[in-house]
């Protein structure tokens, strides 16, 4: 069974940082496009960042230059570091694990952090 375990989620004033961890259990995580996504109050949840097993990164518009997404194959995590945060920055970020075989496509969610960007 998948399951992925969103941490690292908080309050921090503009400017600040942050650094969200997602630890991935099951035997997926070396073939599967890693992502995190988030979801503002009134709004679609939007991809953040994605990072494919070979290592291809795709960001958002909106967070480029200012985040950075990772992995660990070791320790089985997908990491998120978040620079220069803004109030717009303030959502619930999802981890998203995404698996592409012959027959199917898989999608596995965690529950989501809460991060606050505020004054």
């Known amino acids: 069974q998948v399951q992925l375990v969103e941490s690292g989620g908080g309050l921090v004033q503009p400017g600040g940082s942050l650094r969200l961890s997602c630890l991935v259990s099951g035997r997926i995580f070396g073939s599967a496009v890693m992502a995190w996504y988030r979801q503002a109050p009134g709004k679609e949840r939007e991809l953040v960042a994605d990072?494919?097993?070979?290592?291809?990164?795709n960001y958002a518009d909106s967070v480029k230059g200012r985040f950075t997404i990772s992995r660990d194959n070791a320790e089985n995590t997908v990491y998120l570091q978040m620079n220069s945060l803004k109030p717009d920055d303030t959502a619930v970020y999802y981890c998203?694990?995404?698996?592409?075989?012959?027959?199917?496509?898989?999608?596995?969610w965690g529950r989501g952090t809460q991060v606050t960007v505020s004054s």
């Open positions: 998203n694990s995404r698996l592409t075989t012959r027959v199917a496509t898989y999608n596995y």
């Open positions: 990072l494919s097993s070979g290592g291809s990164t």
